[in-house]
T-cell receptor, first 114, second 112 residues
Framework: DAGITQSPRYKITETGRQVTLMCHQT?????MFWYRQDLGHGLRLIYY???????DKGEVSDGYVVSRSKTENFPLTLESATRSQTSVYFC?????????????FGAGSRLTVL | GDSVTQMEGPVTLSEEAFLTINCTYT??????LFWYVQYPGEGLQLLLK?????DKGSNKGFEATYRKETTSFHLEKGSVQVSDSAVYFC???????????FGSGTRLQVQP
């Protein structure tokens, strides 16, 4: 399917477990992003990537790890999940033809940490 | 740091009412400005944008004008429909990294 897809859409895990959220885009966009959405905070940037093998931290990166070995994939890993990481996570991408700062979002992954 | 502030919701309107959602920003320079919309259970979709001062972005009957003097980008629509019920996010472009900084979102509920 064309577009940007996230998996899983819903995940329940326990404190201390490792969780990986997947993001795949079919446009070969250079830029990819992970945001988390929490009530009262809007969306906050966790990590972003300008190209394969180039990643950088956003404002709320503590407790998260990313990798980008291929342009189309940008997985987000919670190495040891905490309750405060219960949130809805959105992946987004942006390409040269999108226009500067124009992001296209996936449908989101809702994570619950018990 | 640079931020985006938008009015708290929920905003509840009757169908065909006039809508305004206020948004102000702080930034170094003149960033691009955006409104995104999120329908229930979905990701965010770009609604409109403006890239420089005095630009007006418009789409689906919604409009917003980039006001440099007041650092604002208020969203307006002359006649809302039930199908406009959603959460609206104001955002500004981050210089140098292509990301967006978002406001906290405003929920709009339109009643028939």
């Amino acid at each position: 399917d064309a577009g940007i897809t996230q998996s899983p859409r819903y995940k329940i895990t326990e404190t201390g477990r490792q969780v990986t959220l997947m993001c795949h885009q079919t446009w070969s966009h250079s830029y990819m992003f992970w945001y988390r959405q929490d009530l009262g905070h809007g969306l906050r940037l966790i990590y972003y990537s300008a190209a394969a093998d180039i990643t950088d931290k956003g404002e709320v990166s503590d407790g998260y790890v990313v990798s980008r070995s291929k342009t189309e994939n940008f997985p987000l890993t919670l190495e040891s999940a905490t309750r405060s990481q219960t949130s809805v996570y959105f992946c987004a991408s942006s390409g040269q033809t999108s226009g500067a700062n124009v992001l296209t979002f996936g449908a989101g992954s809702r994570l619950t940490v018990l | 740091g640079d931020s985006v502030t938008q009015m708290e919701g929920p905003v509840t309107l009757s169908e065909e009412a006039f809508l305004t959602i206020n948004c102000t920003y702080t930034a170094t320079g003149y960033p691009s400005l955006f409104w995104y919309v999120q329908y229930p259970g979905e990701g965010l979709q770009l609604l409109l944008k403006a890239t420089k001062a005095d630009d007006k972005g418009s789409n689906k009957g919604f409009e917003a004008t980039y006001r440099k003097e007041t650092t604002s980008f208020h969203l307006e629509k002359g006649s809302v429909q039930v199908s406009d019920s959603a959460v609206y996010f104001c955002a500004r472009g981050d210089t140098g990294r292509r990301a967006l900084t978002f406001g906290s979102g405003t929920r709009l509920q339109v009643q028939p």
